[in-house]
């Protein structure tokens, strides 16, 4: 008596190299779809023709994997343009100049004026200044203390809005390579506005200094 061959399993990789031979995809487009969908437990005998719900499974398997590379390509694609647009890794910055701001450490000196500030701040290899951009709002200089930005010595001067959350300004020397892509305020640029951990962070560069201004966001959604 003859005897059906023995049925096999293969993997669901397997039969979707099979389907999508017949579609013209060259290996190295099988090779990386296998290695998207990864080791799978659904299988199908070996020789047989595929069903409509195998079939099913690996359109479904390759639409996931699809998604999955269309959404790294554009987080990478991101990265690039940020890295391109700004090698100082400007969110690194903000991120970092948030972080200080929520500890919000206690100041080191109390003054209501900048010349206190700027003899207390003599390991700096600049001098402090008074941002244009925080002389149109409605503040108050309560003080500062030594911090680093990116691991390079900088000042942060608190201010005390009127009715409103704390303000905490860094200056750093600025870099024009380090810090390229970074708005300058002499050209007519406008600030750069990000919104970290919660956290409204702001980037300018003027009179040769790397500004970051950060404050808290209000009900209101204002800074």
Known sequence: MNHPPESKSV???QATKHYFAEQSLNSAQFDKLQQLLGEHAQVAPEGAALSPSIMARVRAQTRQALFAVAASLLL??????????????VWDIANEVAVNHIKMKPLEVKSRT????????????????ASQRLASMPVALLGGRYCSIQGVSAAQLR??????PLVTL????FDPILHKGIPQLAQGQEPLDITVR?????LWV???????QVSEITANGKS
């Open 206 to 212: 003027e009179h040769g200094l790397l500004m970051a």
């Open 170 to 173: 860094y200056e750093v020397p």
């Open 114 to 129: 900048l010349v206190p500030l700027r003899d207390y701040f003599t390991q700096l290899d600049f001098s402090v200044i």
């Open 198 to 202: 919660g956290i409204a962070v702001s």
């Open 76 to 89: 990478l694609v991101l990265f690039n343009v940020n890295d391109s647009d700004s090698p100082t890794h």
């Open 159 to 164: 201010y005390q809005q009127a009715n409103g």
């Open 11 to 13: 993997p669901l990789k």
